[in-house]
């Protein structure tokens, strides 16, 4: 079978009917997944957050009504952030090194997202991803390179689409200095 490109001309794999994959893979974050990590982790996120993959908001908006100050922007304009941002074409800056990152970065490129927010020396680091990201040998390299300190699957199925159609099995990589190393499941809040 030979790779698809998606809509960012990105080849990936996959199967099934991809017509019916919304534009650039964007899926909002539904509140739940957000709340349990900022709940397990409050004391150890730093003040000031990151969301640079924030689509329309929605775990910015999870995350400020945790009482975070949050910077939020987007490679898209979709009404919400600062849009126009790719975050893998963002510069080391100083400032970077004071703030907690967290997204949920496409699916396609986590990857790329991954290496880039340690380049950028985030202190602490929360990526969602699909529980099964590092069953895959091309990603070898990437976990010796940068082990999670804790990876957190979700005790509950998430439904992106609010169809109620629940089927995908996530999780929650977390890297930082203060981050205990833990495997713990996240409870549905």
């Given at each position: 079978?030979?790779?698809?490109?998606n809509n960012?001309?990105?080849?990936?794999a996959?199967g099934?009917?991809?017509?019916?994959r919304?534009?650039?893979d964007?899926?909002g974050t539904?509140?739940?997944?957000?709340?349990?990590m900022?709940?397990?982790?409050?004391d150890?996120?730093p003040r000031?957050v990151a969301?640079?993959?924030?689509?329309?908001g929605?775990?910015?908006?999870v995350?400020?009504?945790?009482g975070?100050?949050v910077l939020?922007?987007d490679?898209?304009?979709?009404?919400y952030?600062f849009?126009?941002?790719d975050?893998l074409s963002?510069?080391?800056i100083?400032?970077?090194?004071?703030?907690?990152?967290i997204m949920?970065?496409p699916?396609?490129a986590a990857?790329?997202?991954?290496?880039?927010?340690?380049?950028?020396?985030?202190?602490?680091?929360?990526?969602?991803l699909?529980q099964?990201?590092?069953?895959?040998?091309?990603?070898?390299?990437?976990?010796k390179?940068?082990p999670?300190?804790a990876q957190?699957p979700l005790?509950?199925?998430?439904?992106?689409?609010?169809?109620g159609?629940a089927?995908?099995d996530?999780?929650?990589?977390?890297?930082?200095?203060?981050?205990?190393?833990?495997?713990?499941?996240?409870?549905?809040?």
């Amino acid at each position: 079978m030979a790779a698809r490109k998606n809509n960012l001309g990105v080849a990936v794999a996959g199967g099934g009917d991809q017509s019916k994959r919304s534009e650039n893979d964007f899926y909002g974050t539904p509140p739940e997944p957000t709340t349990a990590m900022l709940q397990h982790y409050i004391d150890v996120i730093p003040r000031v957050v990151a969301e640079l993959s924030c689509g329309k908001g929605h775990m910015s908006r999870v995350i400020a009504a945790h009482g975070f100050t949050v910077l939020s922007s987007d490679r898209f304009h979709r009404g919400y952030g600062f849009g126009g941002i790719d975050f893998l074409s963002l510069p080391e800056i100083p400032a970077w090194r004071k703030m907690g990152l967290i997204m949920n970065p496409p699916f396609f490129a986590a990857d790329d997202f991954i290496e880039h927010a340690h380049r950028l020396g985030f202190p602490f680091i929360a990526m969602f991803l699909k529980q099964t990201y590092w069953n895959a040998a091309k990603r070898h390299d990437l976990w010796k390179k940068h082990p999670p300190k804790a990876q957190h699957p979700l005790t509950w199925r998430v439904d992106f689409t609010g169809g109620g159609n629940a089927t995908m099995d996530c999780m929650w990589c977390v890297w930082g200095d203060s981050v205990t190393p833990s495997n713990e499941p996240l409870r549905k809040p």
